[in-house]
């Protein structure tokens, strides 16, 4: 196989027949910093929860899957032209969003109203995309207008949708094992046909909150079974890091790495319903 591309987390190769094999890695970012060191069995878990999620969608939206690999970290799929917007849906606040909301009142351009606290529902999922930013920059909120200035109104329109779609479903489905989705950020493209698919990843970890339903309180940080608790570690006194100088975040101890493998853990069986076996 051909070598494609390394992301932060993923590796891309090329088979002779021109399919893609996708290679979830064991690495952890954060601030747009790849963390050391991996945490045991993320890659596996990632795509295994992946390829669930993707059997639980295919009648709201095509996927790219085309057979799990030869291992539990990899995926064969149909190469897509991605879009160049990141499609994110919130139901909650928090993170990012909240932070906008509180210099305006606003996220990604949609008023919400006065009072919101981290963690409050919001009256409805919304769509907030933001730029798709090149390795180790940051991406950026946008507008609904601007994706509109950026892919025409009807794919807009069609990626909203979308967006909205999948976190109804994975929203609904994880309420029923006690997990709130916060928000997730899902990654479409055009397939062949001129069709638009679903790739990437879908409803893990690394690309949603997941908070529990009976830990839920509105005005404080969540408990989550995602890398926020990775993010809030390394923001504490503990970690010794300032985000803002720029420099690299420190090494993760033993402690944290461990209790990140069990939240992966713990997201991947409490929603999927089956044993991780690796």
Known sequence: MKHVHSGKVRDLYETADGLLVMVASDRISAFDHVLEPDIPDKGAILTQMSLWWFDQLKDVV???????????????????????????????????????????????????????????????????????????????PISYEQVVEEVGAETAEELRRVTLAVYAR????????????????????????????????????????????????????????????????LLSPESGWDKSTGNPPPRLPDHIVERTRQRYLEAYERITGASFSG
């Open 62 to 140: 095509p996927n790219h899957v085309v057979k799990r690999g030869d291992d539990a970290r990899s995926v064969v799929c149909r190469p897509l032209r991605m879009v160049q917007v990141e499609c994110v849906a919130r139901g909650y606040l928090t993170g990012g969003g909240l932070a906008e909301y509180r210099a305006g009142g606003t996220v990604s351009g949609v008023p919400l109203p006065a009072g919101l606290q981290d963690g409050s529902r919001l009256p409805e999922p919304i769509f907030t995309p933001s730029t798709k930013a090149p390795q180790g920059q940051h991406d950026e």
């Open 170 to 233: 994975g929203a609904e489905i994880a309420a029923e094992r006690g997990i709130i989705v916060a928000d997730t950020k899902i990654e479409l493209g055009w397939d062949s046909d001129g069709v638009l698919t679903l790739g990437d990843e879908v409803l893990t970890p690394d690309s949603s909150r997941f908070w529990p339903a009976d830990e839920w309180q509105p005005g404080r940080s969540q408990p989550s079974f995602d890398k926020q608790f990775v993010r809030d570690w």
